[in-house]
């Protein structure tokens, strides 16, 4: 899984008041947990822009005063009205200890429904795993080829090495759909 490094420093105190001046700086307050203890720090808001506004799932290296971290995004907070990113929670990995991520879910080749004049619906975008740091996957790639009309994908046809979906069996991934054009072409002649 791809990495990203971001260097911040520790935060003297917390409080509203104290967030807000972090904000005015142009850093934005952080907290790291997972770990023995919680790890208030702050970082410039620059070095979030690639982690943040991108469909991409990186893990995080975090530089804190020198002490260095691996994490992963756990929550984001963002202002309602403005759009502005007020908080981050970052969750602490251990090589030895499962983590949950969202992933994205890539759709690839030329589905056999589509070709026969179905349409591809993609449900899902991102799936929520478990797995050890080591085995966390950049994204789950679906082959579409043999998908034909009226058929889908769904969460237990997915089989994903060391890693653990956690969505619903059930739940729809990818599923070629009628469209109107080729059930009309299927009913018997007088029938329209």
């Known amino acids: 899984m791809k990495s990203i490094s971001i260097t911040g420093s520790v935060r003297a105190s917390v409080g509203k008041n104290t967030a807000r001046e972090v904000r005015a700086a142009g850093n934005i307050p952080c907290v790291l947990y997972g770990g023995t203890d919680l790890l208030h720090f702050s970082a410039s808001e620059v070095q979030f822009k690639k982690l943040l506004y991108t469909p991409e799932v990186f893990t995080v290296h975090l530089d804190i005063d020198g002490k260095q971290f691996k994490a992963v995004l756990r929550e ?35 589905s056999i429904g589509v070709k026969q004049g179905g349409k591809l619906i993609t449900k899902v975008r991102k799936l929520k795993i478990k797995a050890l740091p080591a085995d966390l996957p950049e994204s789950i790639t679906l082959n579409v080829d043999t998908l034909e009309i009226g058929k889908s994908i769904k969460v237990k046809d997915i089989n994903v090495q060391n890693v653990e979906i956690l969505d619903s069996p059930n739940s729809v991934v990818t599923a070629v759909q009628i469209t109107r054009q080729v059930a009309t072409e299927a009913a018997p002649a007088g029938k329209k």
Request: proline share 6%; net charge negative; charged share 15%.
């Open 76 to 110: 984001v907070q963002v202002h309602p009205v403005s759009d502005a990113i007020l908080h981050l929670d970052f969750l602490q990995m251990f090589s030895d200890k499962q983590v949950v991520i969202d992933v994205p879910v890539h759709i690839t080749g030329n």
